[in-house]
């Protein structure tokens, strides 16, 4: 008799085979280099009410629904010996290499350093968080579909007081046939408050690349990672020679409620004949409030989770989020998508999350109307 595991069985026949931790799970210490490991794992569930698009691209056969391991990240992460940091990660979902760098720490201060290796980019508030504690189970149409993510590179980084500024040069993702172009990423953040459970960010951040193979597509699925089509689309664009993006950031937290905003806008070049530049971009607007009272963390320029203060209760959150993205100007017609997500986090014990998401989206290109409507489902599993 065969036996198939779903992507959820999956998830909870890991959770019983690891023991629960607050953070990594510590290994040993090698020569000066203390060593832990962490994990990450992620069940998703989505319902499409499908508008004219087949967003689940008949996956299951007579039905509107689609479930998959989203993620099982493996990090090794050492400290030392001396101002030395690194770290090792790998997706065996997706088969990808994730941070994979080496990072020198100048005089012994944290928020002075070097970095090589592979490692995210300085953009997008969103992107830079950690994907365990995102606010939504997929992240803003913009930052699926403008950011600059994971590329091999070098990055001097450096905070004082409420000041940070990281500076990056890149090249192509490890992993083969990934991501690629050659570029420089550049951010900036200003926290003028950061105490007594209030925080206020903002950030501006630029990052100009070449376009791999001089042709470019700039597209967005409506919000769900298991979406197979995407709603808007420039097609591809040929003769592009460097995209830039410049985005602006911002988030407000005070006691348990978040406010997060960002915006970005992309400028892509374009040579020969009758090839216009055009320029793209979108924003969204979220707010999360934590219905058990817990408040928000800040670190490295991004707003971090807090751990449930009752472990065997939980932390519940309520989440709201409007994001928009267009993809029009001039010639190039890609279309234009709003969407709006309301969602509830549970955060269990010290490894547990469940997220459920109900997703409305409104798109219109090429004079088609697609107006789909997706619940989303979430089981996580970290240590």
């Known amino acids: 008799m065969q036996i198939r595991l779903t992507p959820l069985a999956t998830a909870l026949l890991l959770a019983g085979a ?62 030392g010996p001396g101002n030395i940091d690194w770290v090792i990660g790998y997706d065996a979902k997706a088969d990808k290499w994730l941070d994979v760098n080496a990072k020198y720490r100048l005089g012994g201060n944290k928020r002075h350093y070097l970095q090589m290796g592979q490692f995210k980019q300085p953009n997008s508030l969103e992107e830079l968080s ?96 298991l979406a197979k089509a995407s709603l808007v689309s420039t097609g591809t664009l040929a003769n592009a020679d460097r995209m830039a993006t ?49 408040g928000w963390k800040y670190k490295d320029g991004v707003p971090g989770t807090a751990a449930p203060s009752d472990p065997a209760a939980g932390m519940w959150q309520l989440g709201l989020r409007y994001d928009s993205i267009d993809l029009d100007d001039g010639a190039v017609q890609g279309g234009r998508m709003d969407a709006i997500t309301a969602g509830v986090n549970v955060y269990w014990r010290s490894n547990f999350k469940l997220a459920l998401n109900y997703v409305k989206v409104d798109s219109r290109r090429a004079g088609i109307d697609d107006n789909p409507d997706i619940i989303e489902a979430r089981l996580q599993l970290h240590w």
Do not use: C
């Open 18 to 79: 690891v023991p629960l931790a607050h953070a990594e799970i510590a290994l040993d210490v090698i020569s000066g280099t203390g060593i832990s490991f962490e994990g990450l794992v992620q069940a998703d569930y989505n319902h499409f009410g499908s508008d004219v698009a087949d967003l689940n691209g008949d996956v299951l056969e007579g039905s509107n629904a689609d479930q998959e391991l989203r993620r099982a990240e493996l990090v090794l992460k050492g400290k």
């Open 246 to 294: 410049i985005g602006l950031e911002s988030f407000w937290a005070r006691g348990p409620v978040k406010l997060q905003v960002e915006f970005m806008q992309v400028d892509v070049d374009r040579y020969g004949a009758g090839e216009a530049d055009f320029r793209v971009s979108g924003g969204y607007l979220s707010a999360l409030w934590n219905l058990t009272g817990e």
């Open 130 to 225: 950690s994907t365990r504690h995102n606010d939504f189970i997929s992240k803003a149409t913009i930052t699926n579909s403008f950011a600059t993510g994971r590329r091999l590179g070098a990055a001097w980084s450096y905070g004082s007081g409420p000041f940070a500024m990281t500076a990056s040069v890149f090249g192509s993702e490890l992993t083969r046939n990934k991501a690629a172009g050659n570029g420089v990423g550049l951010r900036g953040t200003f926290a003028p408050i950061n105490q007594d459970g209030t925080i206020l960010h903002f950030g501006l951040s630029y990052v100009d690349r070449d376009v791999d193979g001089d042709a470019i597509r700039l597209s967005a699925k409506p919000n769900a990672d």
